[in-house]
C-alpha cells in the first residue's frame, strides 16, 4: 500500500456536509468615529458661515441706507402733494411710491427707520448694562440678594409684555425717552436670566479660588474675571433682542403710543396705510417687509455667532 492510499483526505470533506468559506481578515472601517466628528463640526461650521453671511447682508441692506438718509437726494419726509397720492411703486421720482397724502414712501421708510433704529439700539444697551449687572451680582454674592433678583425676574416675566408696555406709557406719555426705558425695562429679565446661570458656573472654577487665595476682593474678581468670561454670551443675547425690541416700538407704534408726530416711525407708516391696504398696498406691504428683513437679518446674525465652533488655542 501506497503513502497516498494510508493518508486521511483531510482536504476534502465528506459528501453532504456544507462547507464554509474562508475566514477573510477584517479590515479597519473607514469611517471612524473622528471622521463623523469631524463631518458634524464642518456642517455647524458652514451652516454658521451662511448665518452670518446672510444675517449681515440682510441687516446692512436695511441699516446702511437708513444711516445715509440725511445724505441721500431724498425728499422731504413730511412734504405733502396731494396731485401724487397714492402712486404705485416704481414711479418716476417715488422709488417706493406715495402714501395717501402724497409723501415720498422710501424718504418716511429711512426718516422712520432712523427713529425706530434709535430706540431699539438704546433699549438693548440699557436692557442689557442693567441685566448684566444684575445677573452677574446675583449670580456670584448668592443669598438675599440672588433671592430678589430672581423673584424680579419671574414677577416681570410672568405678566404679559405689551399690555405692560401700553400700561407705562399711558401712564407717563409716549416720548422716545419713556418708550426707551420701558423696552429697556421689559428685556433686561433675560439677560440677568442668562448672565446668573453662567456666573454660577464660571464662580466654582479653579481660577476664581486662586483669585481669592491671592487675597483679590470678591467685587474686583466678579468685575476682572468672571464678567469678562461671560460678557461674549451675554452680548449675543442682547444682539438677538435688537429685533425684539424693533417689533416692540413698531407694535407700540401700530397701536398709537409710539412717537408722535412728527415722528414717521415704522408701525405709524402701517398704521397709516391699513386703511387703503386693497387700493394701496404697498403702504403696508412695504414698510412691513424692511421690518422683517431687519429681524431676519439680526436673527440669523446672533444664531450665526451663538453657533460658531470655538477656535483652540495653541497649546491647550
Keep these: 500500500m501506497s503513502i ?9 470533506p465528506p459528501a453532504g456536509v456544507p462547507t464554509k468559506p474562508p475566514a477573510r481578515k477584517s479590515s479597519p472601517s473607514a469611517v471612524t468615529k473622528e471622521l463623523i466628528a469631524k463631518a ?29 438718509a440725511g445724505f441721500l437726494p431724498l425728499a422731504d419726509p413730511n412734504h405733502q402733494d396731494l396731485a401724487h397720492r397714492l402712486l404705485p411703486p416704481l414711479s ?18 429711512l426718516h422712520g427707520g432712523q427713529v425706530s433704529l434709535t430706540i431699539g439700539v438704546l433699549a438693548v444697551v440699557v436692557s442689557g448694562t442693567i441685566g448684566i449687572i444684575f445677573g452677574a451680582a446675583a449670580g456670584y ?34 416720548s422716545i425717552p419713556v418708550i426707551t426705558f420701558v423696552i429697556a425695562i421689559a428685556q433686561w429679565p433675560e439677560v440677568a436670566r442668562l448672565t446668573r ?38 452680548t449675543l443675547v442682547v444682539l438677538l ?18 412717537p408722535q408726530r412728527p415722528f414717521a416711525t415704522w408701525g405709524r407708516i402701517i398704521s397709516d396705510g391699513q386703511g387703503y ?11 412691513g417687509l424692511v421690518i422683517a428683513i431687519m429681524v431676519v437679518g439680526v436673527n440669523l446674525l446672533g444664531d450665526g455667532l451663538r453657533d460658531r465652533p470655538r477656535r483652540k488655542k495653541k497649546g491647550a
Design 4 to 12: 497516498s492510499d494510508t493518508a486521511t483526505p483531510s482536504a476534502v
Design 40 to 68: 458634524g463640526a464642518t456642517r455647524r461650521r458652514a451652516g454658521a458661515k451662511f448665518k452670518i453671511r446672510t444675517g449681515v447682508i440682510c441687516t446692512l441692506l436695511v441699516v446702511v441706507p437708513i444711516v445715509l
Design 92 to 109: 418716476e421720482g417715488h422709488l417706493f411710491g406715495t402714501d395717501q397724502l402724497g409723501r415720498d414712501l422710501l424718504s418716511r421708510v
Design 141 to 174: 454674592f448668592g443669598g438675599k440678594l440672588d433671592t430678589v433678583v430672581s423673584r424680579l425676574i419671574e414677577a416681570q416675566m410672568s405678566l404679559p409684555l405689551l399690555m405692560m408696555l401700553l400700561l407705562v406709557v399711558a401712564l407717563f406719555g409716549p
Design 197 to 234: 446661570s453662567m456666573v454660577l458656573v464660571e464662580r466654582e472654577k479653579p481660577y476664581v479660588s486662586a483669585a481669592r487665595i491671592l487675597g483679590l476682593h470678591r467685587v474686583q474678581i466678579l468685575i476682572q474675571h468672571i464678567i469678562p468670561n461671560v460678557i461674549k454670551q451675554a
Design 241 to 258: 433682542l435688537l429685533a425684539q425690541a424693533v417689533l416692540l416700538e413698531s407694535a407700540l407704534a401700530f397701536l398709537g403710543a409710539g
Design 277 to 287: 391696504l386693497t387700493t394701496a398696498w404697498w403702504l403696508v406691504t412695504v414698510p
